[in-house]
């Protein structure tokens, strides 16, 4: 079992930035790969950013690529998801997930085994 508890959400105008945290307990964190999803009002939840359990390769949705960085600190159990340029499209309850092994694609929900309970970023213009 995997504990997964985000923090860093907040109100921030456009333009602004935020660093969203996730640490993980339980097992072996440095066993998963990591993922930021994120979910508008009305709107299904949707990849943002992932990284592999080594840190070696980085994924990112076409909508946040060049102003989103993940990051990991697997001495720490901790992902980062920094926030740059934030529009109010931003707006969304992110979530952070843990996906067991190499496996499988980063970009789909169903691959994820654990999840946070989410934390609220609003950008206002």
């Known amino acids: 079992q995997v504990q997964l508890v985000e923090s860093g959400g907040g109100l921030v105008q456009a333009g602004g930035s935020l660093r969203l945290s996730c640490v993980a307990s339980g097992r072996t964190f440095s066993s998963y790969g990591m993922g930021w999803f994120r979910q508008a009002p009305g709107k299904e939840r949707a990849f943002a950013a992932a990284i592999t359990w080594s840190g070696d390769s980085t994924y990112y949705a076409e909508s946040v690529k060049g102003r989103f960085t993940i990051s990991r600190d697997n001495a720490k159990n901790t992902v980062y998801l920094q926030m740059n340029s934030l529009k109010p499209e931003d707006t969304a309850v992110y979530y952070c997930?843990?996906?067991?092994?190499?496996?499988?694609?980063?970009?789909?929900?169903?691959?994820?085994?654990?999840w946070g309970q989410g934390t609220q970023v609003t950008v206002s213009s």
């Open positions: 997930a843990a996906k067991y092994g190499g496996g499988g694609s980063y970009y789909y929900t169903n691959n994820y085994d654990y």
